[in-house]
C-alpha cells in the first residue's frame, strides 16, 4: 500500500493484508507469533508501561475488554496500544477517555465480566487496526476454527474449541451460569493442548463463519486454567454495549451478518439518523393534511 494512498475500511472482522486467509482457507497463523495485520482487532492494555490485560477494537473509539482487569476507576496512567505485534517495539498508543464496568459484574464469580473503554480519540484504522466483528447468533455449533490471541512479549494465537458446558463443568466446577467455555488445541506449531503462548484475560477469542471471510469475536477471556478457558459470551451483551455507548453520545451499532439471509448488514449512526428524519418528514406532511382537512 503506497503511504499517500487513503485507506478504504473494508468493513469488521476482515484482514486485507493477511493474504493467508485467501490461499489456505480459515487457518490463522501457526499458533505461534503472528504477522502484523492478522490480529487487525487485538489491542494491549498498558498501565505503567506494562501489559495488564487484552482487548478488542470493536469502533473506532471503543475498545471491548473484561471487567476484572480493572478496579471501579479508571486508572490515571492507562493506554492502549493498538496496530502492533511487539510489546518491545514502539506501538501507536491511544488514551481513554472513561471506562464502563458492567453494573452487576461480580468480582468473585467473574458473572458479567464485560467492559468498554471509550477513546479520547478515534483510531485512524489502517491494515493493521480494523475492528472486529460482533456475534449474530448464540448457537456454539455455528463458529468455526475458533482462536483465542494474547500477549507475552509479542501477540501470539492459539486454535481453541468450543465445547458444552457440560463437558466443561468437569474441569472448572465453579463455571457460573451465563458463561461459555473452550479448550486450547493443538495448531500447527504447537507442541501440546496447553502449550504455546497464554492467552490473555480481556482478550478475544475469534471464531470464522462458514464460507465467509468475516472473524466475530464470540468471547472475552475471563478466566479458567491453561487448557480450558471461561469466557464471557458477547452475543448476550450486544444490548448492554449499545446501550452504555449510546448514554455516553457515542452510539455502537453491530456490524457483521444477518443471521436470516446471511447478508453482509451494517448498521450505522448516519442510516439511523436518516430513518428518524424520514419518520419526521412524515409526521409533519401529515399534520399539514389533517390542519387542510
Request: aromatic share 10%.
Amino acid at each position: 500500500m503506497c503511504p499517500k494512498c487513503p485507506f478504504l475500511y473494508p468493513g469488521c472482522g476482515l484482514r486485507p493484508s493477511y493474504e493467508s486467509f485467501q490461499s489456505t482457507g480459515k487457518r490463522i497463523g501457526t499458533g505461534t507469533d503472528v504477522t502484523p495485520g492478522e490480529f487487525p482487532w487485538h489491542v494491549s492494555i498498558q498501565s505503567h508501561g506494562k501489559h495488564i490485560c487484552g482487548g478488542t477494537i470493536i469502533s473506532a473509539l471503543w475498545i471491548l475488554t473484561a471487567a476484572h482487569c480493572f478496579a471501579d476507576e479508571l486508572p490515571p496512567d492507562l493506554t492502549v496500544a493498538v496496530g502492533g505485534v511487539n510489546l518491545s517495539l514502539p506501538l501507536e498508543e491511544c488514551n481513554p477517555d472513561s471506562l464502563i464496568l458492567h453494573e452487576e459484574f461480580n468480582r468473585t464469580s467473574l458473572q458479567n465480566d464485560i467492559a468498554l473503554i471509550l477513546l479520547s480519540n478515534p483510531i485512524e484504522f489502517s491494515t493493521e487496526k480494523i475492528p472486529v466483528c460482533l456475534p449474530f447468533v448464540c448457537d456454539r455449533d455455528t463458529w468455526q476454527h475458533c482462536w483465542a490471541s494474547g500477549w507475552e512479549s509479542a501477540s501470539a494465537g492459539k486454535v481453541v474449541k468450543l465445547i458444552s458446558r457440560e463437558k466443561c463443568l468437569k474441569h472448572i466446577p465453579h463455571l457460573v451460569e451465563g458463561t461459555m467455555c473452550a479448550e486450547t488445541g493443538q495448531g500447527e506449531g504447537q507442541k501440546g493442548g496447553g502449550g504455546g503462548c497464554q492467552v490473555d484475560s480481556g482478550g478475544p477469542l475469534v471464531c470464522s463463519y462458514w464460507d465467509t471471510m468475516k472473524w466475530f469475536q464470540v468471547g472475552i477471556i475471563s478466566g479458567g486454567n491453561p487448557n480450558h478457558r471461561i469466557l464471557t459470551p458477547v452475543f448476550s451483551y450486544q444490548d448492554w454495549i449499545e446501550k452504555e455507548t449510546a448514554i455516553r453520545g457515542k452510539p455502537f451499532f453491530t456490524e457483521g451478518v444477518d443471521s436470516g439471509t446471511h447478508v453482509r448488514v451494517a448498521r450505522s449512526r448516519a442510516g439511523t439518523q436518516v430513518v428518524f428524519l424520514g419518520y419526521c418528514l412524515l409526521l409533519f406532511i401529515f399534520l399539514i393534511a389533517i390542519k387542510l382537512l
